[in-house]
């Protein structure tokens, strides 16, 4: 009985790390995704991604494609911010914000 019980505890044990282990794991996925106005040339996208891409090490630039329709271009600028910190993002940020034809940035909720 206490055997038993034992087992049903280190299961249950188990399968929470486990949970929160994927949980974790898709919280530190995170990027911030800079946002054009519809105007802004594809030469300007690409400025704002190679002048802010060495501000921190935190911060990793993302693959720039122009290709698709020109809707989908107005945030083709994007860095993996996974271990960046608040100070990094404010780099980062304060960075974008002196760039041509950036009209501001977000970091979206990749958990789900």
């Given at each position: 009985m206490v055997a038993r019980r034992l087992v049903s505890i280190a299961s249950a044990v188990a399968i929470a790390a486990a949970v929160s282990g994927c949980n974790a794991a898709a919280l530190s996925k995170r990027e911030m995704v800079v946002h054009?106005?519809?105007?802004?040339?594809?030469?300007?996208?690409?400025?704002?991604?190679?002048?802010?891409?060495?501000?921190?090490?935190?911060?990793?630039?993302?693959p720039f494609s122009t290709t698709g329709p020109v809707s989908n271009q107005i945030n083709n600028v994007r860095y993996r911010i996974d271990h960046a910190n608040d100070r990094d993002i404010a780099l980062l940020t304060t960075c974008l914000s002196k760039q041509p034809g950036v009209i501001g940035e977000d970091i979206p909720d990749l958990s789900n």
């Open positions: 054009f106005d519809p105007s802004a040339t594809t030469e300007q996208h690409r400025a704002a991604l190679d002048a802010c891409a060495h501000v921190t090490t935190a911060a990793t630039p993302e």
